[in-house]
């Protein structure tokens, strides 16, 4: 399989594609492709029988997708957090070299590295790495776009994805913080977040479509 599917396979995983349908719109964000590149793809998954499509809904992995998905993703999150604990990695450096490694890792390794690091469940970008062949079920997550003005939320999961990880740290968004909605401009413009010490940021709605949090009852104390 070329690295290119992989890409989408594991991209469609990410986005709740074991569970639910993934639109393409959803996969030409996340992977910052052209619309027509998508569709090209999504008819060469469904003849190998890697996803099933319903038109005008999206994709969904078939059984054998999946497999094929969270094998691939737990490779890659493995190496993502030896890279982040071990060498001292950012998490927005980690994907292009795990990206790299997953690709010439085998199950032995992959084995070796989960016991190394006392068998890790969550990845620098808070996903979930699942055991030697098992599979990946995202725990049901909304995105920051899913929610109103004064909402409370938690970063809980970003997308794996470089160019939007340099983006957030650009800006200062970590996983595990917590935000209060404090605007929404219309037309899928930005969403103001102000954090618990009060400084406000506005992120794109590009950015926050793909950013999963859980909401907290309550005010930013």
């Known amino acids: 399989m070329t690295p290119n599917r992989e890409d989408y396979l594991k991209l469609i995983l990410e986005l709740g594609g074991d569970r639910q349908k993934v639109s393409n719109k959803q996969i030409v964000t996340g992977l910052a492709v052209a619309p027509a590149s998508v569709s090209e793809m999504i008819t060469k998954l469904v003849k190998e029988g890697l996803v099933a499509h319903t038109p005008y809904q999206g994709v969904q992995l078939s059984e054998t997708g999946l497999a094929t998905a969270s094998t691939l993703i ?35 390794l992959a084995q070796r590295l989960s016991t190394y690091m006392a068998d890790p469940q969550i990845c620098p970008h808070g996903g979930m790495i699942p055991r030697a062949h098992e599979t990946v079920h995202e725990k049901e997550r909304q995105l920051l776009t899913d929610f109103a003005v004064g909402d409370t939320l938690r970063i809980a999961r970003v997308l794996d994805e470089r160019e939007l990880l340099d983006y957030l740290v650009t800006l200062n968004i970590k996983l595990g913080a917590i935000y209060q909605i404090t605007a929404i401009s219309p037309d899928e413009g930005p ?16 950015a926050c479509s793909t950013i999963f949090v859980d909401q907290i009852k309550g005010a930013v104390d």
């Open 74 to 108: 737990r490779k890659h999150r493995l190496w993502e957090v030896f890279l982040v604990e071990h060498l001292g990695y950012s998490w927005n450096e980690v994907h292009d070299d795990a990206e790299v490694l997953e690709h010439v890792t085998s199950e032995k």
């Open 191 to 206: 969403i103001t977040i102000q954090d618990t010490h009060g400084t406000e940021v506005a992120v794109s709605y590009k």
